[in-house]
């Protein structure tokens, strides 16, 4: 089988399945190694090697047990539009744009605040503007 598509990803062919299962959304290595013990799936195998039934074993208890792609995207996405509707620290951080988890912002919160650098210069003028 080459194409291995689970919860809308297709899965990377070349690469063992225990890799291959965090590149859906929701799923990291260490609930792949779950998902793969539990279907009795050798974590060894090419996902290109997996027959189909072993595929429809591990997109079934995919399905069952865990929230993956979309469904969690619209968790997350509901669950901060709760905060800022209630009005909690965190959901006024996220109308702000500011980091959430109590990050310090003095310095290094160059990805929440965009990578605008203001610094002040020396004062001095270029030596164009001399004229």
Known sequence: MAL?????????????IEASLPYIFG????SSQKILAATRVDPDKRTSE????????IREFIEKN??????LK?????????KKE?????GIRHIKGLPVRGQR?????????GNVRKTAGSGKRKAADKT
């Not at 209630?86 to 965190?90: C, K």
């Open 4 to 16: 291995v598509r689970i919860a809308g990803v297709t899965l990377p062919a070349n690469k063992r």
């Open 27 to 30: 799923l990291g290595r260490s």
């Open 50 to 57: 997996l027959t189909d039934a072993e595929v429809a074993k």
């Open 66 to 71: 865990f929230k993956v792609e979309g469904t």
């Open 74 to 82: 619209q968790l997350i996405s509901g669950n901060i539009k709760l």
């Open 86 to 90: 209630i009005g909690s620290y965190q």
């Open 105 to 113: 912002t003095k310095t290094n919160s160059r990805t929440r605040h």
